[in-house]
């Protein structure tokens, strides 16, 4: 099956510092990428979609200064969290849509978890 | 806008015994439905979708589900609980079939599985 990854698992990182999270399609091209974040004991919002060659499009409420996405290639999607605080501590998981797969089907990575001091 | 509802945050099932975790949506079109399980350090995996046709849709592990438009619900059942299947569930819909728009989650039910 389709495979996705996430590097690196978990971070921890001062506040004020950026910390970038790279997700990749081990086995297929993805063309398009969806970010989530999930906090504690709660759903996965979806933060942005991420298509390769061009901009994100971001979700309503979702600092595109602050989460800057880069899907330069079609199989690497990169998140990076600008001068984090600890309000950005949070679970972040990629997805990847796998052309010509089952209808709406996305191949979830295994999650980043950050922590900001 | 498009939401899920999961009523249940916890559900304890004894193994063996049968399992319904409950899910409602709200959407205006025909929804795209998916339930996604997660265990802690695994990427969340696909049960079951449905999209049109048969509104029992099976799925993996002995999953199953139905889809009642008259409801807008989507539960998930399975006939006999293993421990294996204590994790994370979600249901989740997704505003376009083809997968170019991201899913809209519930909050998740958490299932235990007493021996």
């Known amino acids: 099956g389709a495979v996705v990854s996430q590097h690196p698992s978990w971070v921890i990182c001062k506040s004020g510092t950026s910390v970038k999270i790279e997700c990749r399609s081990l086995?297929?091209?993805?063309?398009?990428m969806f970010w989530y974040r999930q906090f504690p004991k709660q759903s996965l919002m979806l933060m942005a979609t991420?298509?390769?060659?061009?901009?994100?499009?971001?979700e309503q409420g979702v600092e595109k200064d602050k989460f800057l996405i880069n899907h330069a290639s079609l199989t690497l999607s990169t998140l990076t969290v600008t001068s984090a605080h600890p309000e950005d501590s949070s679970f972040y998981i990629c997805s990847a849509r796998v052309p010509l797969a089952g209808v709406g089907e996305q191949f979830f990575g295994p999650g980043t978890r950050l922590t900001v001091l | 806008a498009q939401s899920v509802t999961q009523p249940d945050i916890h559900i304890t099932v004894s193994e063996g015994a049968s399992l319904e975790l409950r899910c409602n949506y709200s959407y205006g079109a025909t929804p795209y439905l998916f339930w996604y399980v997660q265990s802690p350090g695994q990427g969340l995996q696909l049960l079951l979708k449905y999209f049109s046709g048969d509104t029992l849709v099976q799925g993996i592990k002995g999953f199953e589900a139905e889809f009642k438009r008259s409801q807008s619900s989507f539960n998930l059942r399975k006939p006999s609980v293993h421990w294996s299947d204590a994790a994370e569930y979600f249901c989740a819909v997704g505003a376009s079939g083809g997968g170019a728009d991201g899913l809209t989650f519930g909050k998740g039910t958490h299932l235990i599985i007493q021996p």
């Open positions: 086995d297929f091209q993805a063309t398009t």
């Open positions: 991420s298509n390769e060659g061009s901009k994100a499009t971001y």
